[in-house]
Structure formats: structure tokens, C-alpha cells
């Protein structure tokens, strides 16, 4: 099958790959590129453990053509932490013990990041709507949400 | 594994061309939450994709005296963040808000959500009681088909092979009209609706009901405009017995199946109390705008 070319910005470096035109961006991410922090959970938009952003806005990188990155600024969980400094959003899932078994756990990194940039100050109804897209089947979501609203409150220069 | 063949057309022109010219099975690919899962279970089959979404026309929506004009393919966390849309159409708005996950409401659109044509499909009720109008481009030209009469039955619409739903045109509503939609769901998120109900409500200077459309969805193979649950509000000041006989009149209307989300009964019941209640949002939202 004839591969396309594509040229794309993931986490702000350029970056380029061959892919199959009929390829998720999810599988390109992890087997092509090794960016192997985006989890593959049900593979049809249900749980969001593929979250990334695209030109800015959270999606399911299973529910993506891998060849309708051209162009477009990605970004994944392996671009939230700079120069090797964890983010707020990890350190809190981290002190909050906001993860088991971890694999819901970049998504909703991801998706944190996307709530806080769009909305600094959420109610703690706001954050779980909006992250109910995520789902994580064994924390029961608790220790997430602390770990949410606490990444809110430092992000906002409050705590 | 399905064999893709990919275009990216920019202008109506080239996706129309594409279609037409198409020797595979071609596909109008918007937001993909539905196509993209439907293709990943196909085997040896090959498909032309045609992304609409770098037209430019395809993904802007733009609201004047005359009403709304809705590009089909822009994604619906793009349209819930316009306060210009919701303020005119807030049930369209709080329908395209109900679609899936944050995730899928970056990707989603309102013109997908028409043509995949699902039964339970949130913005349709919504468009059909916004006497919406669908602006289908093929290579003849154009052609203009109601809301009501684009979807024919569970996941077929009315495009033939080489048309594409080019908009979606909403007419600006009559002064002091207002519209709500309302669904259920067993949870509180990300599910697909047992049953919905859009209501599209005008009120005169007396609180009396001059107009009034009904459609329901998930009850019936498509969303259904119910005249006999609009005359049962027209005429009436929203009292207890209208609301009833409107509620009445939608569950009489209804269609529906038993399955894993609901018995027969259950639809029937829910989608005439969805109704009253949507009824009664619109209303207010109508008072509200006074």
C-alpha cells in the first residue's frame, strides 16, 4: 500500500513520518514515532486514554487520521513537562495518589491541562463534566478530581 | 484492514469533483468520530476519503437578521462556545453540548451528526423544530431539503452517491420564540439517548402559545416532527392540560424498539414527559428574553 508523507509540529518540534492513509493518528504516535505515553484503551472515543491536542483542542487520537496532521500542532502527554521539570497537573496526580494501574493517567493529564487552560477556576462539577470522557476504572475518580482542583488552585498562584 | 485512499479537497468544487469521479466507494469525512470507527471494522475494502474540513466554508457558521448559516463540518465544541448561536438557538446549542465527550465535541459536527443518520442523533430534533434547511451541492447544483425530510431511516439519508450536505440554513426565529431539547440517559454523561424531545415555543403578549414544533428522537427509526403535540400547545397559555395533551400527542407519535437502553413502554412514557419539559424551558427562555 502506497505510504503518504506527512509534515507535522508534535509537542512544538517539526517532525515528519510515512503513514498508511487509513492509519489513526494514535497507532503513527506509538508505533511509528514511539510516543508511546498516549495509551490505547477502546480505540472508539469512549475513554480517552489517547487524549492529545490538535491545533488546541482536546481530541481522541483514535478517532484521527493520522494523515490529517499535516500541518497541524499536536500535542501529547510527552510534552507537558519542561526540561525535565514535571508539570503542576503530574506533580498533583503524583501527591494526590490520583493513579493505580496508570493507563487512564496521561489522558487525563492531557485533558487537565486543556480544562485549566480553558477554565482556571472550574467548580468541581465543571472539571468531572469535563473530563468525563476519561475514563480510569480504578481510582473511582476521587483522588483525580483533589489532584484537579488542587492543580487549579496552584496554577492559579494561590496555593 | 481497510484500504484508504485520502483527499483534502479546499473548495466545494474539488470535493464535488472527487465524488463524482470516485472509482471506490467515496466518504464525507467531517468530525470521524462515526466514520472512522465504522471503516476500522471493515476488511479488504478500500474507501476514498474526502476530509471537508479544509474548506473553508464547511467549518464557519455565521448568524444575521437572516438566521443562522452552519458550516456542516464545524466541530461542535466550536459552536457551544458561541454565545451569538446560543443566544437565538439555545436547544440547538445544548444538543450539539450532549454529543459524546469533551474529546468528541472537538471533532463532532452537526452536519455529520444529520448525515450519520443514528436514530437517537441529539441535534436533529433540534434542527427540525429550527425549520432547518439542508443545502446539498452535487454536480447538477444545488438542492435544498427540511431537516425533517433529510434523514429516510436508521444511518440512510437523502444525499444520492455524488451530492454532500454543503449547509445547514436556520431561518431567524419569530420575535419572543425560543427553543429547548432535552434527552435521557441512565447516567449523567457520555451516553446515548433512551429517548429526546425538541420544542420550538412562541409566545404572544398574553403568554398565549401563537406557534409551536415538536420533534422527538430515538423513539422512531428517525427524529419525528409531531403537529399533533404542537397544536395541543398552540392556542393554549402552557397550562397543565395542554402540557399533557402535548405529551400525549408525542408519545402517541412515537415508534420505538425495546432494547438494551429502554422497553417500548418506557420510550413512550419518557419522550412525552421530555416533551412537556422542554416545552416548559422553551417557555421560560421566551420570558426570559423579554
Same mark, same amino acid.
Request: hydrophobic share 40%.
Given at each position: 500500500m502506497k505510504k503518504t508523507h506527512v509534515t507535522t509540529t508534535i509537542n512544538g518540534d517539526p517532525v515528519e513520518f510515512l503513514c498508511d492513509p487509513g492509519e489513526t493518528l494514535l497507532k503513527v504516535l506509538r508505533d511509528e514515532l514511539q510516543l508511546t505515553g498516549t495509551k490505547e484503551g477502546c480505540s472508539s472515543g469512549d475513554c480517552g486514554a489517547c487524549s492529545v491536542t490538535m491545533d488546541g483542542r482536546l481530541v481522541c487520537s483514535c478517532l484521527v487520521l493520522a494523515v490529517e496532521a499535516e500541518g497541524a500542532e499536536i500535542g501529547t502527554v510527552e510534552g507537558?513537562?519542561?526540561?525535565?521539570?514535571?508539570?503542576?497537573?503530574?506533580?498533583?496526580?503524583?501527591e494526590h495518589a490520583a493513579l493505580q494501574c496508570g493507563i487512564c493517567t496521561p489522558g487525563l493529564i492531557v485533558s487537565t491541562k486543556a480544562l485549566l487552560e480553558e477554565n482556571p477556576n472550574p467548580t468541581e462539577k465543571e472539571a468531572r463534566y469535563y473530563l468525563a470522557g476519561n475514563l480510569c476504572r480504578c481510582t473511582g475518580y476521587d483522588k483525580i478530581i483533589r489532584a484537579v482542583m488542587d492543580s487549579a488552585e496552584v496554577m492559579r498562584g494561590e496555593a | 484492514m481497510v484500504s484508504v485512499v485520502y483527499e483534502a479537497p479546499e473548495t466545494i468544487q474539488d470535493a464535488v469533483a472527487l465524488l463524482?469521479? *470516485?472509482?471506490?466507494?467515496?466518504? *464525507?469525512? *467531517?468530525?470521524?468520530?462515526?466514520?472512522?470507527?465504522?471503516?476500522?471494522?471493515?476488511?479488504?475494502? %478500500?474507501r476514498l476519503v474526502i476530509n471537508l474540513k479544509k474548506i473553508p466554508e464547511f467549518m464557519t457558521a455565521s448568524i444575521d437578521a437572516e438566521g443562522l448559516e452552519l458550516g456542516p463540518a464545524m466541530p461542535c465544541a466550536e459552536l457551544t462556545a458561541r454565545e451569538d448561536i446560543k443566544a437565538v438557538y439555545p436547544g440547538l446549542v445544548e444538543a450539539?453540548? &450532549?454529543?459524546? %465527550?469533551?474529546?468528541?465535541?472537538?471533532?463532532?459536527?452537526?452536519?455529520?451528526?444529520?448525515?450519520?443518520?443514528?436514530?437517537?442523533?441529539?441535534?436533529?430534533? %433540534? &434542527?427540525?423544530?429550527?425549520?432547518?434547511?439542508?443545502?446539498?451541492?452535487?454536480?447538477?447544483?444545488?438542492?435544498?431539503?427540511?431537516?425533517?425530510?433529510?434523514?429516510?431511516?436508521?444511518?440512510?439519508?437523502?444525499?444520492?452517491?455524488?451530492?454532500?450536505?454543503?449547509?445547514?440554513?436556520?431561518?431567524?426565529?419569530?420575535?419572543?420564540?425560543?427553543? *429547548?431539547?432535552?434527552?435521557?440517559?441512565?447516567?449523567?454523561?457520555?451516553?446515548?439517548?433512551?429517548?429526546?424531545?425538541?420544542?420550538s415555543i412562541t409566545l404572544n403578549e398574553d403568554g398565549e402559545c401563537t406557534a409551536a414544533r415538536v420533534s422527538i428522537g430515538a423513539v422512531a427509526p428517525t427524529a419525528l416532527l409531531v403537529p399533533d403535540a404542537a397544536a395541543a400547545l398552540i392556542g393554549s397559555k402552557l397550562d397543565d392540560r395542554a402540557l399533557q395533551a402535548a405529551a400525549d400527542a408525542a408519545s402517541a407519535a412515537s415508534n420505538p424498539i425495546t432494547d438494551r437502553r429502554g422497553t417500548v413502554d418506557y420510550r413512550r412514557h419518557v419522550v412525552g414527559v421530555l416533551t412537556r419539559r422542554a416545552a416548559v424551558i422553551a417557555a421560560d427562555r421566551v420570558r426570559g428574553n423579554r
Open positions: 507537558i513537562e519542561t526540561k525535565h521539570k514535571l508539570h503542576v497537573i503530574q506533580e498533583k496526580f503524583l | 463524482a469521479g *470516485a472509482d471506490i466507494p467515496p466518504r *464525507a469525512l *467531517a468530525g470521524g468520530t462515526d466514520l472512522i470507527i465504522q471503516m476500522s471494522n471493515l476488511v479488504n475494502e %478500500s450539539a453540548y &450532549l454529543i459524546g %465527550s469533551t474529546q468528541i465535541q472537538g471533532r463532532a459536527s452537526v452536519g455529520g451528526n444529520l448525515c450519520n443518520a443514528s436514530p437517537a442523533a441529539d441535534t436533529i430534533p %433540534s &434542527l427540525i423544530v429550527n425549520r432547518a434547511q439542508c443545502v446539498i451541492v452535487g454536480p447538477s447544483g444545488e438542492r435544498t431539503v427540511a431537516a425533517e425530510d433529510f434523514v429516510t431511516g436508521v444511518g440512510q439519508n437523502c444525499l444520492e452517491k455524488d451530492e454532500l450536505l454543503r449547509k445547514i440554513t436556520l431561518p431567524k426565529p419569530a420575535a419572543n420564540t425560543s427553543d *429547548a431539547y432535552l434527552r435521557l440517559i441512565p447516567r449523567s454523561e457520555m451516553d446515548i439517548a433512551v429517548a429526546g424531545a425538541g420544542v
